[in-house]
């Protein structure tokens, strides 16, 4: 398995709703990343975790709540998000903090779009 | 801190003609180097990536880079192109993050190559 997969591939939500989003690895990587990506721009990082702990918050409003439950699992929790949120987010994985050389597995993305 | 700039946002290109994409860094640390392609609604897929050794590295789908210290440049090119080629394409640099011993994948703004028949 090569793949890195993202759940739901789309969402609506309101401002006052409370969503997560899911992406699963099953690889052995244990460095993984979130990314916001919008239209026409290149993607940006939001949170890395490393051996399922939190080692970068790219100053990311706390609307945003990360989770690694465990080493194939991440989950990103969206609470009270406003319009300007709606985006592209991007899970990505690579085999270990510390190795560029690798590059990252990107998945599909989740298209969020927040009304 | 690194940099990347794509200079181009936009190229437009005859099916089967060449194509090549300009991708320029700056980083005060040895760097590694990258380049996706998005295909619409789509992630990021790989297309090749620069570690060390030969200069000139080859990737799927007919894409190769050359990477220049020099000029601080890893331009992408392709002999031929094809419809299907029709995305977005990013260059990107691997550096040391410095607050946690990790590295950062930094991304150029992307070049958007459509391809016509």
């Known amino acids: 398995d090569t793949e890195v997969t993202q759940t739901p591939k789309h969402l609506v939500m309101g401002m006052t709703n409370k969503k997560s989003l899911k992406c699963e690895q099953h690889?052995?990587?244990?460095?993984m990343y979130w990314y916001k990506q919008k239209a026409k721009k290149p993607p940006e990082l939001m949170f890395v975790?490393?051996?399922?702990?939190?080692?970068i918050n790219e100053s990311v409003p706390s609307r945003f709540s990360p989770e690694c439950p465990n080493s194939s699992l991440l989950n990103l929790h969206l609470h009270a998000l406003q319009p300007e949120d709606s985006a592209l987010y991007l899970c990505?994985?690579?085999?270990?903090?510390?190795?560029?050389?690798?590059?990252?597995?990107f998945g599909s993305g989740t298209r969020l779009t927040v009304v | 801190a690194q940099s990347v700039t794509q200079l181009d946002s936009q190229v437009p290109v005859f099916e089967e003609a060449p194509v090549e994409l300009r991708c320029n860094y700056s980083?005060?640390?040895?760097?590694?180097l990258f380049w996706y392609v998005q295909y619409p609604n789509q992630g990021l897929q790989l297309l090749l990536k620069?570690?060390?050794?030969?200069?000139l590295v080859k990737g799927i789908n007919g894409f190769e880079a050359e990477f220049n210290k020099s000029q601080t440049s890893f331009h992408l090119r392709k002999p031929s192109v094809h419809i299907s080629d029709t995305a977005e394409y990013f260059c990107?640099?691997?550096?040391?993050?410095?607050?946690?011993?990790?590295?950062?994948?930094?991304f150029g703004g992307g070049t958007r190559v459509l391809v016509k028949p």
């Open positions: 990505a994985s690579s085999p270990r903090l510390g190795q560029g050389d690798y590059g990252y597995t």
């Open positions: 690889m052995g990587h244990r460095a």
């Open positions: 975790y490393s051996y399922e702990k939190l080692s």
């Open positions: 980083s005060s640390v040895s760097v590694y």
């Open positions: 620069y570690l060390s050794g030969s200069t």
């Open positions: 990107a640099v691997s550096a040391l993050m410095i607050k946690a011993a990790g590295n950062k994948l930094t």
